[in-house]
């Protein structure tokens, strides 16, 4: 046990060390976000089909402008695998002593860590623009667990597709295929409610969508009924992707 956390916190200790020496590239990740909550929330602002519950359409849309960049960053985490793949580098790792459990869980989480270092700058920007948060320091602890356990989840998804694909170029295709209904069909912008009947039955088994509610309940409503539900739904989803990716985890190497 105490071998698999340790493996677990070297991936994420890594992971933040990237972070650290390569901060150009984090700051192109968060470019769409903030022209998301800059320029789209205000200009929409205006349109009063949409219901909010009261809330500016801004602050609405904040919690899932910041879900959406960091499950992108989290489903095209596997194109570290397939180059990996390329370069040897996975195959010498599958024979060591480790895990295949501890491998995928440790991969998956370190893009929690990616996605922790975009909130911590999409955050600040959305208050600077008069986005209203809960002024409550547990409610954003919580909001960054969530976050980070989520994109843990998403990355592991993108673990799973590069069991399958041998090619960077077919893994960016089906990345992007995945990214947006993801996104769309969930309330990431409006409530599913607006949605096509079809829709709502996708939204209701789309992981981002519990995601997005429970961050926005954290920061920006404080309505916590369905927390206990998105906290479910996001469980179950964690577990169920860590499964499959660890038993295709070999297929990589193939």
Not at 32 to 37: N, S, T, V
Not at 129 to 145: C, D, M, P, R, T
Request: no cysteine; charged share 15%; aromatic share 12%.
């Amino acid at each position: 046990m105490l071998d698999f956390l340790r493996h677990i916190f070297v991936m994420l200790e890594l992971e933040l060390r990237r972070v650290k020496h390569d901060r150009l590239e984090l700051y192109t990740r968060v470019v769409q976000p903030i022209l998301w909550i800059t320029v789209f929330g205000p200009a929409m602002s205006g349109v009063r089909g949409i219901p909010t519950g009261g809330i500016p359409y801004t602050d609405y849309i904040t919690p899932g402008v910041l879900i959406q960049s960091t499950t992108f960053t989290s489903i095209f985490f596997g194109l570290i695998m397939v180059w990996e793949r390329e370069t040897g580098i996975l195959k010498r790792l599958y024979v060591t002593p480790t895990s295949r459990y501890a491998t995928v869980i440790g991969r998956s989480l370190s893009a929690g860590v990616r996605a922790i270092a975009q909130a911590l700058i999409i955050i600040p920007v959305a208050l600077l623009i008069g986005v209203k948060f809960i002024s409550n320091v547990l409610y954003l602890i919580s909001a960054f667990l969530i976050i980070f356990f989520a994109s843990g989840g998403f990355a592991s998804l993108s673990i799973l597709i590069a069991s399958f694909v041998k090619t960077r170029e077919r893994f960016m295709g089906i990345g992007g295929a995945l990214t947006f209904p993801l996104f769309f069909v969930s309330n990431a912008l409006y409530p599913v409610k607006m949605m096509p009947p079809i829709l709502q039955r996708f939204a209701t088994f789309n992981p981002l969508h519990y995601t997005v509610d429970a961050v926005r309940s954290l920061l920006i409503t404080g309505e916590f009924s369905n927390l206990p539900i998105d906290v479910a739904a996001i469980i179950i989803f964690d577990v169920a992707v860590f499964s499959l990716a660890t038993a295709s985890f070999g297929k990589i190497i193939e």
